[in-house]
């Protein structure tokens, strides 16, 4: 029945992309639930366990995703000892469901992708818990932090490791749960709840997404778990798979931030530095790219929706760079750095079977030096009163020199600074970009110089030149229970790209990905990383040019050009929601409400006037709204008898 | 004329119908010959006895269900054909007796109003007068509650078992009038309470007038009352349509308007929030699996024969019902207001599982029918919204229950174990995964869409997400804000409504994690005997 | 259809009835009006406009009222009941004594708990 279908095939007329095809249960060293279980033993230990866990909550949070780790690290080594074709392993844990062909089987997938995003996960998790031990010591309700990182934590662990779209869709929520908790836990402060309520909102589109697309893969294949839909796809319709993909695009949209769902995440920088590079940067934003490229069985079958990936990916990348460019807030120019990374992602995944693997490499590679620099970003807003703005620093290279040290490890990997991890990473994105789309290519090929250019804005303003600072500021290298995970994290993206040495994460991928003949360029690949590097260097000029050698003003200069403005503005993202989803739906909710009210309610204002006692003012009222209400049931029964007949003489 | 034959009735089948009726019976005594002091106790352990009884009985008869002629269905006819003690029907005894049983120890509530139940001491005299005051200091309690609210059961239990109209109206008719009277008794806010109980009983004798009509058409059309031979006809078709149109369109708005779906909605938020809080759960998770049973029954059994007349219609109902429900929840400010319009969604995801498969043939090996995935959900729903409800009924401040839901304010930092219960229970009824919420929708939207009735999950989805998004709102008003004046206080319930909240929750969670056991049952009970 | 045919015209023989009767006799009878011919009821009570106590009639009344129609409904079950009582039986003998007894036991509880007192 497969064989039947290889002339539906991808353009590229490569292999059949890979179908999830795990082996036999019990076969890994560790219990893979057991990854999952110490994180949220953890939450449940310190929400549970209220006050009396706030002398040691931050320590048993901790405790538990480094132990996370030190399983993922045992897991990770087990499987690079085996032949290729047996590192896919499922552990199934319980049935959910399970009426005949309605079975849902909550079971884990171990495989490369899995095991790398583990890594990524309780890796860059454990440092940051192990910053914010510091970063968060003042603060009363440190130990309910500690315990929304755990639950966040064992769900992002839950979505990367499930078997099955309903456990994704499980871990999907619990994310998106944790990471609302998160973002609005200081809550004292409106923007902070707004934010949230905002990142929840826009969140849910993505979700109707997913629900949608999963309930279409239900109906389509009556299954949902990974080994049975990759068996089937090769034979749905063409139309089928696209709409799926389409509906899986619009779930990553709404989690990784991408056009045209990307505004909730500028404004999720409101929750504490430490949320921001753990979900916001390395892990939860990434969530769209893994469901993108795990559901490679569905988009190796369908163009359509792959260009609708690889094309929201780029304009992303654009966007991105663009509010980068013109933020003043240090860390909503990460945010908007993060937004732009992630639309390289997006755009690697959209390339089909040639850019899975790099996809995941700068994903991982990302989360590295994002994170890094995120915790940078915290650790100089820790040394100066929580200021964020970077008209406000200036020169603070001497005065915390660990945190630029390391900052500067981060940004010389954004930038793409030859020999760094975001060098390889993002070089092989536009490479494969130009070799399979020049256009898209060459967008690419402009974000590098952009992200050059913001970048090193960031590091001018903040780092160098004259101190702007108000004189009651002072600012001071943070513990060492900060700079460590720094500088570790420093190292990573340094030598993060190791991972690419001999090819190493694409044979190393090639079960879940797939391998294909990617289109070749005429010009070798050297003289791509040249021009690469120039433009690059070009956009460090530029803003050395800029921000370098001038003063910069602590006040924002109001008279700027339209393209500072607009980026300002986050490209007027929420102008755009507002005019598309919030305004509709509100005018919807008024229109209904008001209907409710005059013409069938009115429950409100005659309860209120009978609690004050006017009882005949009440009876009159009373005996007014049970009429329209009886008239409602009339006009009801109407309808219900004309739609019984029309359809019935139809 | 042929002589009259003694039909033959089966005792032991309709012992849990005859358990129920029978204690209610002797409770009406008690409220006659036991003294005052005495009478709390015993109509409550009368009650606790008589729920357990009928629980007792309604397993007996569901373990001894036996196969039909034709294997495929489990059950009987019984009664002389009054009475279907089919899967289905035996299900929801079960259901409805445990329920109930949850019900009568949130009536018996007595700690949180120091003292007296929560219900009007002498509900005759007229608020705010002398004799309302001297009942209060007296002490008073109605204890009538009990028996009136065992007859209610009664009735719903015998509705969604009823085989002929004439059972079915009666059956509707014994559930409604001890609920309406029930509505009016709060003992705080009693003119809110008697207004929904005015408006209740107004409203639904209205709607039991269309549902008389309608079945006075059907019996015009089909010349018997049994559904039997009502499916007979309208699979013979003959006849004119137009009765059997207009009888199907008026029964149906009499059955809509008890399940609270859209456009005979408009009672439910103000009679949930004016019952007392005891009575709207006992209503919003009772009544539900009552009036969805008879529905099914009713359009399963006797109008199968023409689904395809009636099925736009429910399409249409449903997708209203869910936004009506679910985007006038957002604009609401009490906390009964807002379950009483989830409650109006909650109807709508129910009629999109109504949507299913009809038959055992139609449907993949195994897999939920239409009906299955209904009883399935009102399970869930059923014993969330009751704990919910319980929760409801703790928040307290100086002036009774405060439902206002700015009043909830903080209640995380007041309460963090009963905001975190209600939290929890918030994000069942939003559906969110390890819920029994989130396996309740599944089972309805998967049975629907087997049965091709996808847009109707497509906008069921949808809601799904706008519902959440007011569920949330109240967990982000618990724990992310600050109290305002003295905040909420939670009064400390005795181990009744205790009880009823734990179980409430432990059954969402359970459900949510392993609803396999259940789903497997309900796929094995699910069709309706004629 | 024909089923329905005599009530549909017994419906136009009661409505032909009715309006006859106005009618006639508003054409040939005699219209002398005095203060008693123009109330509504010309049983020598005067209805006021508003009944004791501010629009509301006295909660005794409906008890005693229900009461009645608790009565009348149980007759028009027992004369049936009464007319085929041999062919019923035993079986007629115990339903209908059941009912008799469910009747009586919600009025015993109306009677123990004072709803008969008028004062």
Known sequence: MISTAIDVLTAEGGGMPPLVEPGAAGSLALPLVLVIALPALGAAVLLLGGRRTDAWGHLLGTATVVGSFVCSLWLFLGILGRPEDERQITQSLWTWFSAGEWTVDLGLLYDPLSALFLLLITGVGALIHVYSIGYMEHDVRRRRFFAYLNLFVAAMLVLVLSSDYVGVFLGWEGVGLASYLLIGFWQHKPSAAAAAKKAFVINRVGDIGLSLGVGLIFFTFHTTSFDEVSALTSEASAGVMTAIGLLLLLAACGKSAQFPLQSWLLDAMEGPTPVSALIHAATMVTAGVYLIVRSQFVFEYTDAARTAVAVIGTITLLMGAWIGCAKDDIKKTLAGSTMSQIGYMVLAAGLGVAGYAYAIFHLVAHGAFKANMFLGAGSVMHGTNDDVDMRHYGALQKAMPVTFITFAMGYLAIIGFPGFSGFWSKDRIIETALAENLVLGLCALLGAGVTGFYMTRLMLMTFFGEKRWEDDVHPHESPKVMTIPLIVLAALSVFGGIMIAGDWIKKFLAPVTGEGEAHHLPVSPLVISLVVTVVVAIGVAVAWMLFGRREIPREAPTDVSPFTRAGRHDLYGDAINDVLVVGPSKQLTAGLATFDRAVVDGGAMGTASAIGGLSAVARRVQNGFVRSYALALLGGAALVLLALVAVSFA | ?530 | MELYTPILALMVLALGFAVFSVVVSSLTGPARYNRAKLDSYECGIEPTPQAHGGGRIPVKYYTVAMTFIIFDVEIMFLVPWAIYFDELALFGFLAMLLFLVNITIAYVYEFKRGGLDWD
Not at chain 2, 280 to 303: C, E, N, S
Not at chain 2, 489 to 509: F, M, N, Q, Y
């Open chain 2, 1 to 530: 004329m042929t002589g009259f034959q003694a039909p033959n009735v089966e005792w032991l089948t309709l012992s849990p119908l005859l358990v129920v009726f029978l204690a209610a019976v002797v409770g009406v005594l008690v409220e006659a010959f036991v003294p005052r002091a005495q009478r709390y106790a015993v109509q409550v352990g009368l009650s606790l006895a008589a729920m357990v009884g009928t629980l007792v009985a309604s397993l007996v008869v569901f373990a001894r269900l036996s196969p039909t002629a034709d294997e495929a269905e489990l059950g009987r006819v019984v009664a002389a054909g009054a009475v279907a003690a089919d899967g289905p029907a035996v299900f929801t005894w079960v259901l409805l007796s445990v329920l109930g049983l949850l019900s009568v120890m949130l009536f018996a509530e007595r700690k949180v109003e120091s003292g007296v139940l929560t219900f009007a001491g002498q509900a005759a005299a007229l608020p705010g007068t002398e004799a309302e005051r001297e009942a209060s200091t007296r002490g008073l309690s109605h204890t009538e509650v009990f028996p009136l609210m065992l007859f209610a059961i009664g009735g719903m239990m015998l509705f969604p078992a009823s085989n002929d109209l004439l059972t079915m109206f009666v059956a509707l008719e014994v559930l409604s009038l001890p609920l309406y009277l029930l509505c009016g008794l709060a003992r705080r806010r009693r003119l809110l309470s008697q207004e929904a109980a005015m408006k209740y009983f107004l409203l639904g004798a209205f709607s039991s007038g269309f549902f008389v009509y309608g079945l006075a058409l059907v019996y015009g059309y089909a010349g018997s009352m049994g559904f039997a031979q009502i499916a007979a006809a309208v699979s013979a078709d003959t006849g004119s349509r137009a009765l059997l149109l207009g009888g199907i369109g008026l029964m149906s708005v009499g059955l809509l308007f008890k399940v609270g779906a859209a456009p005979f909605h408009a009672w439910t938020p103000d009679v949930y929030q004016g019952a007392p809080t005891a009575v709207t759960a006992f209503m919003a998770a009772a009544t539900k699996v009552a009036a969805f049973g008879a529905m099914l029954r009713l359009f399963y059994v006797a109008f199968g024969g023409n689904r395809d007349d009636w099925l736009p219609m429910v399409w249409a109902v449903a997708i209203l019902t869910m936004v009506v429900g679910s985007v006038l929840a957002i604009s609401q400010t009490d906390v009964k207001r807002m379950l009483a319009y989830s409650s109006i969604a909650h109807a709508g995801f129910l009629l999109t599982g109504f949507l299913g498969i009809r038959s055992l043939d139609e449907v993949a090996p195994g897999g939920l029918t239409g009906v299955s995935a209904v009883l399935f959900y009102l399970t869930t729903y059923g014993f969330t919204t009751m704990a919910a409800f319980a929760v409801v009924s703790i928040v307290r401040d100086a002036g009774g229950e405060t439902t206002h839901l700015a009043r909830w304010q903080g209640l995380g930092k007041e309460s963090p174990l009963v905001a975190g219960v209600f939290a929890f229970l918030l994000l069942a009824m939003a559906g969110i995964p390890l819920t029994s919420g989130f396996t309740g929708k599944w089972a309805v939207f998967a049975a629907a869409t087997a049965a091709g009735a996808w847009p109707v999950v497509v906008v069921a989805v949808l809601m799904s997400a706008v519902a959440a998004y007011f569920y949330v709102r109240v967990i982000v008003l618990m724990f992310f804000a600050e109290p305002v004046g003295d905040g909420p206080s939670v009064a400390v319930p005795s181990a009744l409504t205790t009880v009823v909240i734990a179980v409430g929750t432990l059954v969402t969670l359970v459900l949510g994690i392993v609803p396999g056991a259940l789903i497997e049952l309900l796929g094995n009970v699910g069709v309706f005997i004629r």
